[in-house]
T-cell receptor, first 116, second 115 residues
């Protein structure tokens, strides 16, 4: 089990450019989550997939943000026309439905985005 | 609405001593789960301990225990015998009943363990 992986780990981009991040969840996990974490704050929920279906999106996820999980495995998060306010750590997590008790989420190492 | 409050931005503890990190929560759900995560400087969130709202016993996992006081809506993390490797950010999180899959996180506590 390799855990949740994210790519890239760091991304520096100029304002107005598009960026795409990838998340590979733990292989048997059917749920996948994206969070955004700014400096000094806890993670904030962005969106959630169960298999390939995107079931919920936060109001934080503006029209410039889009997420996909085409085959219920890996997921991508795209930000179009980046703004400096998008600078943050983007965390991906996965979990398995029906896990006894906790339904705990396992997090990846995150992608740190810097918009200049 | 769900809300998690962590009032200690930073804490210091001497190595080998115990430390308590505070967490209070607000929810109208009858059933919910409370979690603590550790985030080292590398950035990865590491799950530490879970407490269900109907669990009668306080959760324990090795050196971690959760002091759950339901009436006071508090879920404090106790780390016993602190180690230098415990230095990190610690986040309290909650998930509710109706939005089972969304975790709400507090703003975190930065713990520094002194040798």
């Amino acid at each position: 089990d390799t855990g949740v992986s994210q790519d890239p780990r760091h991304k520096i981009t100029k304002r107005g450019q598009n960026v795409t991040f990838r998340c590979d969840p733990i292989s048997e996990h059917n749920r996948l989550y994206w969070y955004r974490q700014t400096l000094g704050q806890g993670p904030e929920f962005l969106t959630y997939f169960q298999n390939e279906a995107q079931l919920e999106k936060s109001r934080l996820l503006s029209d410039r943000f889009s997420a996909e999980r085409p085959k219920g495995s890996f997921s991508t998060l795209e930000i179009q026309r980046t703004e400096q306010g998008d600078s943050a750590m983007y965390l991906c997590a996965s979990s398995l439905t029906g896990t006894a008790g906790t339904d705990e989420q396992y997090f990846g190492p995150g992608t740190r985005l810097t918009v200049t | 609405a769900q809300k998690i409050t962590q009032t200690q931005p930073g804490m210091f503890v001497q190595e080998k001593e115990a430390v308590t990190l505070d967490c209070t929560y607000d929810t109208s759900d009858q059933s919910y789960g409370l979690f603590w995560y550790k985030q080292p400087s590398s950035g990865e969130m590491i799950f530490l301990i879970y407490q269900g709202s109907y669990d009668e016993q306080n959760a324990t996992e090795g050196r971690y225990s959760l002091n759950f006081q339901k009436a006071r809506k508090s879920a404090n993390l106790v780390i016993s015998a602190s180690q230098l490797g415990d230095s990190a950010m610690y986040f309290c999180a909650m998930r509710g009943t109706y939005n089972f899959n969304k975790f709400y996180f507090g703003s975190g506590t930065k713990l520094n363990v002194k040798p």
